[in-house]
């Protein structure tokens, strides 16, 4: 027997409609591109959404189509997601801090028929549009004031182009299965993998990423996401935000200390959301300028692993909550996030960060279980690691035109690539990536453990651990090591300086120096560059 509820379909737009409905004032406030701050609300951007969708709709780009941009935080960037979902075509983020070459792939194989972007990348398609058979329209996120002449095709200034039509324009209307969203994993491995998000995901992602656990968000709150809308789908809040009717406070291209200080302070932010090396800016501009937080109350790190350091500053400095976060974009992207559960509650200083530098618990939506190569189920101890593997309604089930192959186990769980513990209250902690964890006799060791330890060392500046290969153990760690500015450190010190801290099998065979550590696009360590790199080096202990 069926329940007899309506057919309401979870359709992204509806999201925009109830926040114009019943947040219709609520500031959206930006740093735009050009320069001056921009205020709007709920109600203003779904008119000019829906102007984009007539626009759009005229111009031929219909269901299914895929629009890309190329932009930063701001109230446009965000109509032009919502315009682009309400005609039932597809918005596909592109991340510019990626290869040129790169971007131009993606864009080929996600076969986009119409590219916006802001200014600042204009330059960047001006050498790539020979490459890019597929667009047939550049819309620039501007005015006509501040429109450059290009030779990009069809070129035209976004307030002009959507100032060609008015707002009287209904949502397509479809199923909520139907493709939303698109963003391409940075893929270190192999070809570009586009993740579809549907209107479905998406809305019940918002709703996961609310939960008082979660965020927690509410039309009391002013979140600022640092993240950018290119970065994992802006980790939910461009729907988050809207579904709540929380104000948006958007940064533009700053991402500057100086700059995200401003704007915390001057909007009265009270969330905001990044990877850790945006705060790392943020904390160094604080710390230089006796800056104060007054009304920041939690701030979302995740992307890759918050370092115990800066949880410890946030809480202890500015009485700010950090909210230590794990997800990925095939999870829309959260996958966990660290508030407190009562069990814990209790803790207070160093074993409060024991648990604050894992990455948290999953909401409801996330099902998670670590396992060993053959697929066993590992323990919940907060020791044993194991492959992470994931289960739910906003997590993708297979790639873009099927790259990648089959990409769920039997029971309909994906395999992150994370290697991680879970312990009895369902916290997880990230120990490293299944590529990376060095395999020695069997048994596992952490490249991540091993680096943050490494990287305690008053003299280092940054570490990367690697696998390298030993004839008795198949594989033993070796310790990467930039120096801090003229610091010279001798090896023995540092693995000293180790000692007692880790198990003694996982003591690195050997150390090496180096003046810099490759970085991907997204600035974690390229260590395929690091293995290739070190490929034939031979450990001292390989002769045993
Ligand atoms: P990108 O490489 O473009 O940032 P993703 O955001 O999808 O792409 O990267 C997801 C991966 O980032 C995760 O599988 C994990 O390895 C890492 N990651 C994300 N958050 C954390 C975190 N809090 N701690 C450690 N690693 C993290």
Request: aromatic fraction near 8%.
């Given at each position: ?5 309506q057919?309401?379909p979870?359709?992204c ?7 114009a409905t019943y947040?219709p004032?609520r500031s959206?406030?930006?740093?735009s591109?050009?320069g001056p701050i921009?205020?709007t609300n ?5 008119s000019?959404?829906?102007r984009?969708?007539?626009r ?11 629009v ?9 960037h965000l109509e032009a997601?919502?315009g682009i979902?309400?005609?039932g075509?597809?918005y596909?983020?592109?991340?510019p801090?990626?290869?040129?070459e ?15 972007t802001d200014?600042?990348?204009m330059p960047?398609?001006e050498k790539?549009a020979?490459?890019l058979?597929?667009i047939e329209?550049?819309?620039v ?5 501040h429109?450059?002449a ?5 070129a035209v200034p ?6 060609e039509v008015?707002?009287?324009f209904?949502w397509a209307?479809f199923?909520?299965?139907t ?6 994993t940075?893929g270190?491995?192999g ?6 998000y ?6 019940l992602h918002?709703?996961?990423a609310?939960?008082?656990d979660?965020?927690?968000l ?8 640092v993240?950018?809308m290119?970065h994992a789908?802006c980790?939910g809040?461009?729907?988050?935000a ?6 948006l406070?958007m ?11 401003e704007l ?10 990044a990877?850790?090396t945006v705060?790392l800016m943020?904390?160094q501009h604080?710390?230089a300028?006796?800056?104060e ?6 701030v979302i790190i ?11 500053a ?5 009485d700010v909550?950090?909210i230590?976060?794990?997800?990925m ?6 996958g966990?996030?660290?508030?407190i559960k ?6 207070t200083?160093e074993?409060?960060?024991d648990i604050q ?5 999953p909401?409801f939506?996330?099902?998670m279980?670590i396992?060993?190569d053959?697929g066993?189920e ?7 690691f194991?492959r992470?593997k ?9 790639y873009?035109?099927g790259?990648?192959g089959?990409?769920l186990?039997?029971h309909?769980?994906?395999?992150t690539?994370?290697v991680a513990t879970?312990d009895?209250?369902?916290y997880m ?17 952490s490249s991540i453990?091993l680096?943050n ?7 280092v500046?940054e ?9 008795k153990w198949?594989?033993r760690p070796l ?8 610091r010279?450190i001798?090896?023995?010190d540092?693995l000293?300086f ?5 198990a003694k099998w996982?003591?690195?065979?050997d150390?090496?120096f180096?003046?810099?550590i490759?970085?991907?696009a997204?600035?974690k360590?390229?260590?395929?560059t690091?293995r290739?790199q070190f490929r034939d080096y031979r450990?001292?202990?390989?002769a045993?």
């Amino acid at each position: 027997m069926l329940g007899l509820m309506q057919d309401w379909p979870l359709l992204c737009h509806k999201i925009l409609d109830h926040a114009a409905t019943y947040h219709p004032k609520r500031s959206i406030v930006s740093r735009s591109v050009e320069g001056p701050i921009v205020a709007t609300n709920y109600r203003d951007v779904r008119s000019r959404a829906l102007r984009l969708a007539k626009r759009l709709d005229k111009d031929g780009i219909k269901l299914g189509d895929r629009v890309g941009t190329l932009a930063w935080n701001t109230w446009r960037h965000l109509e032009a997601w919502y315009g682009i979902m309400g005609v039932g075509a597809i918005y596909h983020t592109l991340n510019p801090r990626l290869f040129p070459e790169q971007i131009a792939e993606i864009v080929n194989h996600a076969e986009d028929r119409v590219m916006m972007t802001d200014l600042t990348f204009m330059p960047l398609l001006e050498k790539l549009a020979g490459k890019l058979p597929t667009i047939e329209r550049y819309v620039v996120l501007t005015d006509a004031a501040h429109m450059p002449a290009t030779k990009l095709k069809n070129a035209v200034p976004y307030e002009e182009w959507i100032g060609e039509v008015d707002d009287d324009f209904r949502w397509a209307s479809f199923d909520e299965n139907t493709a939303a969203g698109m963003c391409y994993t940075s893929g270190t491995t192999g070809g570009p993998k586009g993740v579809l998000y549907s209107h479905r995901s998406n809305v019940l992602h918002s709703m996961i990423a609310a939960l008082p656990d979660a965020m927690g968000l509410s039309s009391r709150d002013v979140i600022m996401p640092v993240v950018p809308m290119f970065h994992a789908n802006c980790w939910g809040i461009a729907l988050t935000a809207p579904m709540t009717g929380a104000a948006l406070v958007m940064p533009g291209a700053k991402l500057d200390g100086p700059s995200v200080y401003e704007l915390l302070n001057e909007h009265k932010v009270s969330i905001t959301a990044a990877v850790p090396t945006v705060w790392l800016m943020l904390l160094q501009h604080l710390e230089a300028n006796k800056g104060e937080l007054p009304y920041l109350e939690r701030v979302i790190i995740g992307g890759s692993a918050c370092p115990r350091a800066m949880i410890k500053a946030f809480q202890d400095s500015y009485d700010v909550q950090v909210i230590h976060a794990w997800g990925m974009t095939e999870m829309s992207p959260l996958g966990s996030l660290g508030s407190i559960k009562p069990e814990y509650a209790h803790l207070t200083g160093e074993a409060q960060l024991d648990i604050q530098v894992k990455q948290g618990h999953p909401p409801f939506g996330v099902e998670m279980k670590i396992t060993d190569d053959a697929g066993r189920e590992q323990p919940w101890d907060g020791k044993t690691f194991g492959r992470l593997k994931v289960r739910g309604p906003a997590i993708a089930s297979s790639y873009f035109k099927g790259e990648g192959g089959q990409i769920l186990d039997e029971h309909g769980f994906f395999d992150t690539g994370d290697v991680a513990t879970l312990d009895e209250h369902g916290y997880m902690h990230i120990t490293d990536r299944s590529k990376d964890v060095i395999k020695s006799g069997g048994e596992w060791i952490s490249s991540i453990e091993l680096e943050n330890l490494a990287v305690g060392h008053p003299d280092v500046a940054e570490a990367a651990v690697i696998g390298v290969r030993h004839p008795k153990w198949d594989e033993r760690p070796l310790l990467i090591i930039v120096p801090k500015k003229d610091r010279r450190i001798a090896k023995d010190d540092l693995l000293k300086f180790m000692e007692g801290k880790i198990a003694k099998w996982w003591m690195p065979d050997d150390v090496v120096f180096v003046n810099e550590i490759p970085h991907t696009a997204t600035g974690k360590i390229q260590k395929i560059t690091l293995r290739e790199q070190f490929r034939d080096y031979r450990l001292p202990t390989a002769a045993e």
